[in-house]
C-alpha cells in the first residue's frame, strides 16, 4: 500500500467512478458513480463535496437490492478498483482477487479527480493467467485533462482527443522490469503530483463475523452508552500479557468485578453481536472521518437496530463532522432507508435478470412524491420486490414438508 504524509501542500485526489466492461455476471459497461446527479440546494449541500464548477461528488451513496441481486459483487468491484488503482495493493491483495472471474478479459474505466484541478481516466484491462490461474493486468493506459470551474460536467470528461501521460506497453525497460503484472501504473501519477489519497477502508469482513477491535485504548464510554447502557467501561491493553495479546477490560454497571480476557472470543461472551460490531465499525468509522477516506460497509443494517443505522448515516451529511470529506458507500437490504435519504443519486437499485444491472434512483423518472420505500417493495422499477409465484412456492414447499414430517 502506498504510503502518504499529509502536509497543508498536498492535492487530493478523490475518486469519481467506474465502468465495468464484459464482467460475465454484469451488464456491459454498468456505471457506479460518486458524482452529482442531481440539483444542488442549500438544504443538501452539505450532504456533497464540491470539487471544481459545477463538479460535485456525494458523501454517502448507498446500494440497494433484495437477496442475490449483486450487492456485494459491486461493493467488492468498487473497493477492489480503489485498493489496486489508489492504494498500491496487488490484485491478490484486494478484493478484486474474489470478484475478477471467468476466463476473458474485463475492463475497467476509472476516473480521478485531483485538486490541483486534473481529472484522470485510467483504462484498465484484466486478464486471466490459466497457466498460474491467477488475475493480471494486461494493459492500462492512463490519461489527464486540466479542468476549469467554466467547463461544462460532460466536457470535463472528454477524453477523446486526449494523448495518454502513460500507457503500460511503452514504460522503459527499467519501470517495466520492476513492474509486477498485478500492480497498477497509477501509484506514478501519485508518487509525482504527491497525491494525498482517499484511504480505502473495508469492512466487509465484518459483515457475518463479529470481531471486536479498537485502535484507542478506552472505547469512548458514549457509543458504549448507546450500544448497550448497561456497561460501565471497556478497556483494550495491546501486546500487554505474556503472549503479546490484547487485553480486554469490561465492566457492568451496578457490579464491582472488573471481567479480563485475553481472547476476543472469551470477551464476546459477555457481549452482544450487535454491541462488539458496532464498536469495531465505529473505531473504523472515526479513523475514515479523521482521513477523510472511502469506507465501504456491507449489509448496514446487519446486527444494528434502525437507530445505529441512522446515526452512522448522519456522520458523513453532516458538514460539521465530517470536515475532511470522508466517503461512506454501503449497501443494505433495509428499504425504509431510502426515505431517510434526502438526494435520489445517493440511492442506486441493483437488480438481476439474467445480468446484474445498476440503476441510480435519480434517473429513474419515477415521481418524486412518491414513497421510495414502497416503490421498491411495490417492484414499481421491476426485479426489486421478491417474486410474488417464488414466495406461493415456497409456502407450499414448506406446508408439505412440516406435514409429511407431522408425527
Known sequence: MISQTKNINSSRLY???MNIYNHPLLEDGIEFSLINDSRITPNTSARLTHLIGSLWINNLVTLVGKNATGKTTIMKLIIGLIQNVVAGNSIEHSELNDVLIGKNPIKINAYFYGTDNFIYKDELTYNFNSDLHSWYIEDEKIYQRKVSSSMSKNKMFTFSNTKEILNRKTLNAVAASILSSDDSIFKSVINKEHYYIQEPFNTLFYTNFNALTYIQENVPTEILTFLDPSIDY???DSNTDENNKDIYRLKFKNNNTEIVENSFTNITKYLSSGTAKGITLYGMVMTALKKGGIIFIDEIENHFNHAIVDTFIDYFTDNK????????????????????????DEEYITRRNEKIS?????????????????????????GTAPEYDAYIALKKATKRWVTKHHE
Open 321 to 344: 463532522i465530517n470536515i475532511n470529506h470522508a466517503t461512506l458507500i454501503f449497501s443494505t437490504h433495509y428499504t425504509e432507508i431510502l426515505d431517510k435519504i434526502e438526494r435520489t
Open 15 to 17: 475518486f469519481l467512478k
Open 358 to 382: 445498476l440503476l441510480r434512483y435519480s434517473q429513474s423518472k419515477v415521481r418524486s412524491d412518491l414513497n421510495k420505500a414502497e416503490v421498491f417493495v411495490s417492484d414499481y422499477l421491476g
Open 234 to 236: 471497556l478497556k483494550i
